[in-house]
C-alpha cells in the first residue's frame, strides 16, 4: 500500500469495440477515473479498433452511450462516433504502428510464422528463415533469450519478472497486416504520453510482453509509466465477457435498470458493503486498499 498519494499527468480508458461493454468494463473504467480523480490525471479515450474482422460501429456507439449514461468522465479523445472515425482512429496512427515494425525488421529480431492459432503450440516458424513478406504470414519477436524485466506497479512498487511462457514468441503484426494488440498499446501509450494504466489481472501477462517489445524498440519512456491491475468482477467462478448478454450494460438498459442500479449491482458482486450508486462510490471501495 502506499504511504502518499502519487500524481499522474494522463491515464487512459482504452475499450475494443468487439461487442457490447459489461459490468466488468465498467469496473475498469470507474477506477480508471476514480484514479485520475485521486491522482491528478486526465483521462483520454482510446478506441482500439485494430481488429478489422470484430470491430464494429455498433459496439463503437455502444462506447460512447455507456460512458454517457454511467456519467463516466474524460477529458481527450472522441466526443462521438463521426469524430472517433474521422480523427481518432488507430487507423489513423498506422505510420507509427509501421515505423515500429520497420525497427523491430532491421533489427532482425522478428521472424515470419505461417501457423495457424490451432497450430502455434508446435511451431517452428522461428527456425524456417520464412520470408517476411509472405502472404498471409504474421510477425513474432523472437523472444529465445532470458531477460528480467522491472514495472512500475501502483501497489507494490517495481516488479522483477520474465516473460510468461503463455506470451514466448508473441506477434507484433498479424497475418492481415495490421499491428497486434501489444504493438499499437505500447505505441498508443508512448504517443498520448500515459503514464498511468489501470487493467484487470487478466491482462498481467500483455504488461510484461509490451515491456519485452518496449526493451526491443529501446523506447525507455515505457519503463517510466505505472501500472495498476485490479480484481477481476467474477459470475459464477468466471470473468466476464462481451458474450456474456446479460450483463452487458446494453442489456441491462433495455430492462430498464438505471445507472445506480448497475453500479449498485456490481457492488453487490463485489460484496461491497456500503451503498454503491454511482462510479465514484465503486472506485473509492478500491482506492482506499491502496492508498
Known sequence: MQSSIPKFNKTRIAPTPSGFLHLGNVLSFALTAGLAKKTGAKILLRIDDLDRERANKLYVQDIFDTLNFLEIPWDEGPRNLHEFETIYSQAHRMDIYDGFLQQLKQSGEIFACTCSRTQIHACNCHNSSIPLDTPNASWRLRTNREKEL????LNHGIVKTTLPDEMKDFMVKKKDGYPSYQLASLADDLHYGIDLVVRGQDLWPSTIAQHFLAEALQKTDFQKITFHHHPLLMAN???????AGDTSI???RGQ?????DVYGEIGRMMEIKETVNHWQQLSESQIKLLF
Open 237 to 243: 467462478g468466471e470473468k466476464l465477457s462481451k458474450s
Open 256 to 260: 430498464g435498470k438505471s445507472a445506480a
Open 150 to 153: 522491472s514495472i512500475k506497479t
Open 250 to 252: 446494453q442489456y441491462l
